[in-house]
């Protein structure tokens, strides 16, 4: 398979979890209405969506490893399109959180595998090459979802969002039976043992470094999915928008996604990984600095609310490729454990901004400004140990070797 046409395909296994994420954001409101429920248990649809969202990514990868990347994938679309149409039609709100469990816990997969599928078919420069480029195109999806969310809203209720994500899986489904190869051969799988894969897990979970920096990539996007996460209130209540403008949100901050990504593919064969991680991580603080000083002398408004978040997501999208590769690449026998590891700590941590810590801040521009600026000072400290214990670990190789 052309490497164009697989960067196509991973992207849109990715572009899955932010179109069942925030196409329905623009519907919050009325599913209130619908079911006669709070604006904070609506929330909820969100937090158990990306609680088995990150509860699942930690057996795609092992499962893929054993059985193959393509079945996988195969498996987890078919349970995406049961979820995404049982939400369409939920006779009641307990059946809504229901079936937003199930979109949650099949959407993971294509994110995981995909990370997987790109170490097993390429390396160095051209692996992070094609995660940037992955980067890119999965971008367009937080702009695009929610506006067409809100227009399908609009015109056909907010039921309509979902049998719009059940026609985007099917149409997944069809791409990856016609063009997506099988990237592990059997020879390489990993035996289905569940004391091995205990033993695996085990591994990983002791390794410092590994957990350092999975930590620090789950709090650059944490800075980015605070926003995700509080998007209704933003948009509807602070910026006083209806429900067709989130677009002056998600466009700016896929723009800057978009073009972070580029960026740190065009300069993947020229400049280290790690430069690019601190390039990444610099504008990402400086963004939240401005964030806090705007917030704290002006009230939200366009342009200039919006401005600091599309400055974040081409920051992060700088840094997290070279962060995700360094990562991934300290297990390079087991890359589908080492990848469902790294998304679970980071969906966990998105689930747990989008169902307790957004309701804290998403009523003032300064708290979220706030609840940036902490997730930028946590992934920069949990990288700067994470490269420290590293370099004492190399050097403490090197003294046992000599």
Same mark, same amino acid.
């Given at each position: 398979m052309k490497a164009r046409n697989l960067t196509l395909v991973l992207a849109g296994l990715s572009m899955l979890g932010p179109f069942a994420t925030d196409t329905f954001l623009p519907s919050f409101p009325a599913i209130a209405t619908h079911f006669d429920v709070s604006s904070v248990l609506v929330q909820q649809t969100l937090s158990v969506y990306l609680a088995a969202y990150a509860f699942m990514t930690l057996f795609y990868g092992t499962m893929s490893d054993s059985f193959g990347r393509r079945p996988v994938i195969l498996a987890s679309l078919l349970i995406f399109a049961i979820g995404s149409i049982g939400a369409a039609f939920a006779p009641s709100f307990g059946w809504l959180l229901f079936f937003r /469990? %199930?979109? /949650? @816990?099949? #959407?993971? @997969?294509?994110?995981? &595998? /995909?990370q997987a599928i790109v170490r097993d078919t390429l390396s160095g420069a051209a692996a992070q090459k094609m995660l940037a480029? &992955? %980067?890119?195109?999965? /971008? &367009? #999806?937080p702009a695009i979802a929610p506006i067409i969310g809100g227009w399908l809203h609009v015109a056909y209720g907010w039921q309509s969002t979902f049998v719009f994500t059940f026609s985007v899986t099917v149409l997944l489904m069809l791409a990856c039976l016609k063009g997506l190869p099988e990237s592990l051969p059997a020879a390489q799988r990993q035996p289905f043992h569940p004391g091995t894969i205990a033993a695996n897990y085990w591994q990983a979970l002791r390794h410092q470094v590994f957990l350092l920096r999975s930590l620090a990539v789950a709090f650059a996007f944490g800075g980015f999915a605070l926003y995700i996460a509080s998007a209704p209130?933003?948009?509807?209540?602070l910026l006083r928008l209806p429900e067709t403008a989130f677009g002056w949100m998600f466009v700016p901050m896929v723009a800057g996604l978009v073009l972070g990504s580029a960026l740190s593919g065009k300069l993947a064969h020229s400049v280290p990984g790690a430069t690019q991680v601190r390039w990444g991580t610099l504008v990402m603080a400086a963004t939240a600095v401005l964030n806090l000083v705007y917030n704290h002398w002006f009230a939200a408004s366009l342009p200039w609310a919006v401005a600091p978040v599309a400055l974040y997501a081409f920051g992060m999208s700088l840094a997290l490729p070279g962060m995700t590769m360094s990562t991934l690449d300290i297990f390079p026998q087991m890359r589908g454990l080492a990848a469902s590891l790294q998304n679970f700590v980071q969906m966990v941590l998105f689930a747990l901004v989008s169902g307790f810590v957004a309701p804290l801040l998403f009523d003032s521009g300064f708290k979220l400004a706030l609840g940036q600026a902490a997730a930028v000072v946590l992934a920069g400290f949990f990288w700067w140990l994470g490269t420290r214990r590293a370099a004492s670990q190399a050097l403490g190789l090197g003294a046992k070797n000599n």
């Open positions: /469990g %199930m979109q /949650g @816990a099949s #959407a993971g @997969a294509g994110r995981v &595998i /995909g480029n &992955i %980067m890119m195109v999965f /971008g &367009i #999806a209130h933003f948009i509807l209540d």
